[in-house]
């Protein structure tokens, strides 16, 4: 394999900023380019100004830059899609069809695609969805992703282009603010409990759904796509089973840690998006083909977030 030449899409998000930052430590500040149609959040290597929509800007960018890693991470979210469909349609589909375009007509020898847990919707098994199962997703954004998933099965089968994909469950961190999904809960419980003592929560109590630490969803992206292409048997996406947890479970996880906080249930339309999504994926194909294996369950999660936000907390007093 050639030194790898690296740019990211969307590098701006809650993922790309700390994805970003493991590539450049991996591979050289000056082998990665991150892009992003907002601002430079103060990235240690290159950074432009990319609008996903910007197809000939996007492949001249790929092409000048000999890239032959292209991150697209670029999207519109499940909970900020519904707010206007038809916009996060575009983005999401027109944006990944401009990047698997760009892959197929430069050097880019392998295309990373985010998928999620919103693909799935009625008639899968909630107690643990199988990796292959019927796709009839309640989001405007679970039906670009899957969509978005069956183009790059197409682009592998029909072009031979290396895509590789993972459904990330919510993807849960303390560095990077989440970007309007409906597992942002898990993130923003924590602030709410460290700075207010108190959280209301847009879920219901029991709303099981799968949930990853950030560390181990860079960690899964970068195996992912550094294993030998032989390994790869599933070019739509890879389901990856981090944790499970409803909110009440994970407050009384952070109870250990605050015991005064408070929390009250004011379901909003998110809880319908969460109910057509799945408690536990099933991820044995992840784990037979590349190896793949969680660190965090909720404790190490729980305590890693608390302290995590309280050193941010003293660095800013
Ligand atoms: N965070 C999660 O829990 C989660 C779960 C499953 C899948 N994903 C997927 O992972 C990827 C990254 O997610 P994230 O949480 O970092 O999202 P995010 O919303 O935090 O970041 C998305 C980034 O895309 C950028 N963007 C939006 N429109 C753009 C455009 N037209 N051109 C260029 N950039 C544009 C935004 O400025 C933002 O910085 C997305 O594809 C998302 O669907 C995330």
Redesign the pocket.
Known sequence: MRNRKILL?????????ILTRELAKRYGSQNVIA????GNPGFPCAFEK????DRERMEKLVSENGITDLY??????SA?GEKNPQKAWD??MR?TLNALEVARVTDVERLF??????VFGIEIDREKAPQHAPLIPHSV?GIS?AAGENWCNYYFEKYGLDVRSI??????GYE??????T??YAVDIFYKAVEEGHYACFLNANARLPMIYMDD?IRATIELMEAPSEKISIRTSYNLQGMSFTPAELFEEIKKFIPEVTIEYQPDYRQDIADSWPGRLDDQAAKADWGWKREFDISKLTETMYRGIKSLQQQTT
């Open positions: 899409t969307g590098a701006a998000g809650q993922i790309g900023q892009t992003d149609i907002s990319l609008d996903v929509l697209h991470l670029a999207a519109i979210l900020t983005i999401n944006g695609f985010p998928s999620s847990i919103a954004y992703k459904r990330y469950p919510g993807v849960i990077s603010p989440p970007g309007g999904g597992t942002d969803a």
